[in-house]
């Protein structure tokens, strides 16, 4: 079965961005997107966040960080994650701004509040093809080392169900054995589109 996936976290960066960099590279059909209001990445201190438009082409946030304070940023990994990105797209996108990229089959979130956010979403859209998607929250904390964890973890989630006949048959069992082999909870939902 050949599914499409999307991969959402809140900024398009980071977890989001590792699991389609990772599911990219061994053949999946996946996008990814974020909830947030904008993109931010860490700055010099927590109250002074870089904060960029969702569209912003990861090139020009590479290049205004590194004109910034190459250092800083070499050292706590945002040059070396925004390079990362530029080879998977052009920019970070907004999943509430998606509809014009089709249907999901799954959509694998990475913290619960933009898990919450992407059902909301899903259930304020006008249902008429009544496709059902698979939404999963896998928990993952927003730093370098979880995010490559999480993207190692969203394939081998991706590839159990990728190998079901019928998804919908067979979620309870897939997720079932996805926590008791990776001692990891996941919330799901089922929407449609």
């Known amino acids: ?20 960099a990772v599911l990219k590279r061994e053949g999946f059909d ?7 209001q904008h993109v931010k990445l ?14 912003t082409p990861y090139k020009h946030m590479f290049e205004d960080l590194r004109r910034k304070d190459t250092e800083l940023y070499r050292r706590n990994g945002i040059l070396p ?12 996108q907004r999943w509430q701004d998606n509809a014009a990229d089709g249907t999901f089959d799954v959509v694998l979130t990475f913290e619960e509040k933009v898990f919450d956010a992407v ?5 304020s859209r006008n249902h008429v093809l009544l496709k059902p998607v698979l939404v ?17 973890l969203a394939l081998q989630l991706c590839q ?14 897939v997720i079932m054995n996805f926590e008791r082999q990776n001692h990891r909870k996941l919330v799901y939902s089922i929407s449609y589109y």
């Open 1 to 20: 079965m050949k599914l499409r996936h999307a991969m959402v976290c809140s900024s398009n960066q980071n977890r989001s961005m590792e699991a389609h």
């Open 30 to 36: 996946v996008a990814s997107y974020g909830t947030g």
């Open 42 to 55: 860490p700055g010099p201190s927590l109250r002074e966040p870089n904060v960029y438009d969702f569209g």
């Open 81 to 92: 994650m925004l390079k990362r990105n530029l080879g998977v797209k052009l920019a970070p």
């Open 119 to 123: 059902v909301e979403d899903l259930h």
């Open 136 to 152: 999963i929250n896998l928990e993952v904390k927003d730093n370098h080392e979880e995010a490559a964890i999480g993207g190692r």
């Open 160 to 173: 159990e169900i990728e190998n079901t006949e019928n998804w919908e048959d067979s979620v309870d069992d």
